[in-house]
């Protein structure tokens, strides 16, 4: 079976081995390498390092000054950690649609959904390609809102040559599925020091000298153990992305032209870092997504629907008071016909061909 992700973490061995031999497990001088190597990623000053990227949304929201009252705009195709990380803040959660080109959210969708309690904009730089930043920063700028980023999948997109998490207030997972994986890990990534010194205070239980509190914070620290993990494959990251850009593009011209497939693109001006290659079903396939999703695992292919349903459309989240559900048409149609086929760094040319043919098979039958 050619699964859906692969981990491949053999090159962090020494690093975690020096930190079990240091004895300093918790934060410390691995998070630091961390932060600098985060940073240079996304092209800020600052990168403060959490223990994941729920975490890193929960405190970037928090740091902002969020709570009950405020809105926030986001996308509505997406993993519930951006809803959850909202609510967690006691604000309110409003949805603006996605496009079908880069299943992001659609800027003037954002503008159209702002209203006078409105306090931030929450785009999602979703399977790895960055949201329409040009725009939306455009739209944040002319309402004053604050701008966060939901960057978890998107390490190293950049949009007209500028990184994600460079825009603004820039949120990153580093969870074990993600293209840069800690096995849980998070980070904020900001140009604004002030902002970074209140994250690392609210990281830190409101302490920068023990026990003189400053604020009333929290423990969101990643551990040395953690950021050991993902700092080779932080240095190794061009060569990451390198793969599967390479792969996405192997998997593009073999799937070409076939009625009812809707492959993905990497639109101009930005570089997509292809955290998923999510084709899309349309009604003129000869199969529905689930039939090629059980298709292609009966061929030995691993697939997966990233995500079923719209984000709010779950039983918890229909009463739920801080969630105003919309009218969203093109993320409930592509929630439908979305479907996510392996290209990740662990696919030899060989896998990816014979991703391609088990596809091409199923749509000849
Ligand atoms: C993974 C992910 C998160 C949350 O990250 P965790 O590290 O699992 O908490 C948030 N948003 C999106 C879009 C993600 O894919």
Known sequence: MIPITAVDVRDSEPHVLAVLRSGILAQGPMVERFEAAVAEMAGTRHAVAVANGTVALAAALQALGLGPGDEVVTSPFTFVATLNAILGTGATARFADIREDDFCVDPDAMAAAIGPNTAALLPVHLYGQSADMGKIEAVADEHGLHLVEDASQAHGATFQGRPVGDFGTGCFSFYATKNVTSAEG???TTDDDALAEHLRLLRNQGMRQRYRYELAGYNYRLTDLHAAVAIP???????????????????????????????????PGRSHVW???????????????????????????GSGVY?????????????????????????????????????????????????????????AA
């Open 186 to 188: 998070g980070a904020i």
């Open 233 to 267: 494959q932080l240095e190794r990251l061009p060569r990451l992305v390198a793969q599967r850009k390479e792969n996405a593009a192997r998997l593009s011209a073999g799937l070409a032209e076939l009625p009812g497939l809707r492959v993905p693109r990497e639109l």
């Open 275 to 301: 955290h998923q290659y999510t084709v899309l079903v349309t009604n003129d396939a000869p199969v529905t997504r689930d039939e090629l999703a059980a298709r292609l695992a009966e061929l030995g292919v």
């Open 307 to 363: 995500y079923p349903r719209v984000v709010f459309d779950h039983p918890c989240y229909r009463e739920h008071p801080n969630v105003i559900a919309a009218e969203v048409p093109v993320a409930a149609r592509v929630a439908r016909q979305c479907l996510s086929i392996p290209v990740h760094t662990a696919l030899s040319h060989a896998d990816v061909d014979t991703v391609i043919a088990a596809v091409r098979e199923v749509f």
